[in-house]
């Protein structure tokens, strides 16, 4: 497990993404909001219908914009228009960009709770991302039992309010992050009961780095496949990139 990730920094424009590179981009999805329209001309006949099921027209927006905002992302990356990029799904539902499209191999996730959203890019190895509103109303000691380790278990049922919230978030984040990136889905819960340092995995070594954003109600972070990785975390803010 590496240090936290705590500073985020503002650019002018989409860095180049070295080969070593891991880029991790960190927006709220209400300071976007202005931009709906052109996020949603942007999106794929498939997202279109996967935002027009869902009920809440909140859930819908901010479907819209995290996939907008990831197809505008790629587009830099890739120097192509957010509308052209042909983003494909596993069947554990990961999304990725097909060979044809990208002699890069840029490989990427994005992970969005209520108003933040968070984005992984990088070369040549996998990524998983994941945030999460931090809720005060659920049985944290209950989902460890089932979900987590016995030590982690152990670690939760000893702690009592703020700090077993806080706790409970970090280790599903983590987990949900290593999921994502491996691609296995709820497949590789067993696998992924308890998350170490130099976690071993289809023949990588995994990383896992906790984000701290600065909304302080959310967890998150992101798990690669390379613990030389070189992390730079991102602001994607619509007055400094127009977007």
Known sequence: MRNAVTDWREVGAVPRLDNN???????????HAPALPHFTRSLSIDELQRAGRMRMPKLQERYIISRGLLRWLL????DCTPESIPIACTLQGKPYLPASCSTAQLHFNLSHSRDAILFAVRRGEPV???????????DF??????FFSEQEYRDINSL?????????????????????????GLAGLKEAASLEHGLLSAGKHWTIIDLR????????????????A?????????DVHGI
Request: glycine share 6%.
């Open 160 to 184: 009592a309010g703020l700090k077993q919230k806080n706790a409970f978030y970090t280790h599903w984040t983590r987990k949900e992050a290593y999921l994502k990136a491996t691609g296995k």
């Open 21 to 31: 590179a891991l880029h991790i981009w960190c927006a709220l999805a209400s300071e």
């Open 213 to 228: 954003i600065s909304e302080p109600s959310y967890a998150g972070a992101v798990a690669c496949a390379d613990v030389s």
């Open 141 to 146: 000691v209950s989902l460890a039992k089932r």
């Open 75 to 78: 587009g830099n990356y890739l």
């Open 128 to 138: 998983g991302i994941d945030v999460e509103y931090m809720r005060d109303n659920l």
């Open 230 to 238: 070189q992390i730079d975390p991102l602001l994607l803010t619509p």
